[in-house]
């Protein structure tokens, strides 16, 4: 079973100021033996706070996106060089950042091979919206969106998928974990069993959507499902240290 993961996407949130007090929070608050990796990603502007913040500890950083090329004119994005020494991981193709500022699964694509080859761990974001849901599609999406995203890639030892069904994010309303479990093992795992073989069974898969304290440990439960990707709960030092500890309790 892969290694457990619980990510925190502090999103457009945090000053420099309140991102160090929260990564501080966050690190004295998780053990050497956590059992299960934890992941920040705040703002890029925090990066390297967030990176000084947790030096020496177990807790690790992750940038919320990144443009595929190492350098030119594109004014306003961050290349994975400019990444690299800050950051372990990066998040691609989150909805917000299909659905707001244009990222399809051919962009999405290009920045999951420019994170492996910069020896960034990608978490690449599927997930369906609630019209492709309702229509009988999320499978079908969602196996398409881990397809494309991974087209041309060979080597997924360093990937970590997370499957956000868009309905759920921020809304309060997160999927069932059977919901999520269907997805997870169904489209997710089927497609990167299809396409990378036994290696698949190492990815580490999470699930993101309205994760609290409160329902971590019944996601945690599910077999295809390796922690989580949690937005509004991470902002708060002493529920994403939860979360933390439920996940990595329910996965021993
Ligand atoms: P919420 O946990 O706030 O629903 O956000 C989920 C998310 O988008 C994490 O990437």
Redesign the pocket.
Known sequence: MPTPVVAG?W?MNTTLDEAQRLASEVRDGTGSDVGCDVILCPPFISLQAVWNAVAGSQVKVGAQNMHHESSGAFTGEISPPMIQSLCDHV?LG???RRQLFGDTDQTVNLKVKAALAHALRPIL?VGETLEQRESGRAQEVVANQVREGLSGVEDITRLIV?Y?PVW????GQAATPETAEEIMGGAVKDTLSALFGDAASEVPLLY????NPGNAASFAAQPSIHGG?????SLQADQFLEIVRVVAEAKV
């Open positions: 996407n999103k998040l989150h909805s917000e974001c997370a956000e759920a994010i921020g809304t993101g959507g309205s994760v990707l949690v937005g509004g709960a």
